[in-house]
């Protein structure tokens, strides 16, 4: 079989390949590129990915790099690309959207070819249940916005769960707890021979050591600048908790000379995800 780039009758000005050496020489060419979206920039692999799972959505090469965002290692469509995708189908019929400003409920209405209409509504109330309501970021900035995509999101994957096959839409995907893994500091490997993985700290783990580092009046860059890491969301579980221990055990100091109440949880010194990685230590 030839190697040659082969340009489609179908699709001109664009290369269909017919080899996986060609997909892989498409990939590189397009992460060398200026074009290529920053997250996707020198990652001919996660290209060439992308192309895949677009062509299998019916998106063409340069509509799945610009739509398609891995969140949380998860695949996930902008709104809108969510929209092209169910309109591509024979079997669309329409889509309406609407928005009720006296109960702050953004509803998208959806209908498919001989079935009923697909009704889905998202409010504030839900929002609010979900702990996303005044969220930091686009739920503060866009929630009329946010809403919108919520309810267009479940409406869509509901009308067509065959063309969509489980993508969700990037909004919500962003929403979800992260569940991050970090490949680049593996100390070894896995019965496998896979690296092994070192797992990253969360949001609320985030949070927790924000709130403590604020009371003690720890430089949490100093901090990362200690563990060799660029930021506090590239710790991983282990130094977070000996973080933690050091941080709790200089809280105690801190509030008994300053005659405030020790919370119980603090005042054990070492938390119960600290002593799960270090044991019951008397120091």
């Not at 929209?83 to 209908?111: H, L």
């Not at 998202?122 to 929002?127: L, P």
């Not at 990037?170 to 496998?192: C, W």
Request: glycine share 4%.
């Amino acid at each position: 079989m030839s190697n040659e780039i082969i340009v489609s009758e179908k699709n001109q000005g664009f290369m269909n390949v017919s080899t996986i050496e060609n997909a892989i020489k498409v990939s590189e060419y397009i992460a060398a590129s200026s074009f290529c979206p920053v997250s996707l920039k020198g990652k001919p692999g996660d290209i060439l990915v992308c192309l895949q799972m677009g062509q299998e959505l019916g998106l063409k090469p340069m509509q799945a790099m610009q739509n398609i965002a891995v969140i949380n290692g998860r695949p996930s469509l902008w709104g809108d690309a969510m929209i092209a995708v169910c309109r591509q189908s024979p079997d669309f019929e329409f889509i309406k959207e609407e928005f009720d400003a006296k109960t702050m409920t953004a509803t998208c209405t959806i209908k498919r070819r001989n079935e009923p209409e697909f009704v889905s509504s998202f409010s504030q109330a839900d929002a609010v249940t979900a702990n996303l309501w005044k969220k930091a970021g686009p739920w503060t900035q866009y929630p009329k916005r946010m809403l919108q995509m919520r309810a267009r999101g479940f409406g869509c994957r509901d009308c067509f769960p065959d063309l969509l096959r489980g993508i969700i839409i990037k909004e919500e995907a962003e929403d979800m707890p992260r569940q991050r893994t970090d490949y680049s500091r593996a100390v070894g490997v896995t019965l496998d021979n896979e690296p092994e993985q070192i797992q990253l700290i969360n949001d609320d783990q985030i949070h927790e050591l924000k709130t403590t580092a604020m009371e003690l009046g720890a430089n949490l860059n100093k901090t990362c600048d200690h563990l060799n890491i660029n930021s506090i969301e590239d710790m991983s579980i282990s130094q977070w908790a000996e973080v933690m221990r050091q941080f709790e055990k200089k809280l105690v100091i801190k509030r008994k000379a300053e005659n405030l109440p020790i919370n119980m949880h603090v005042q054990e010194t070492m938390t119960n995800n600290a002593k799960e990685f270090f044991g019951d230590e008397n120091e």
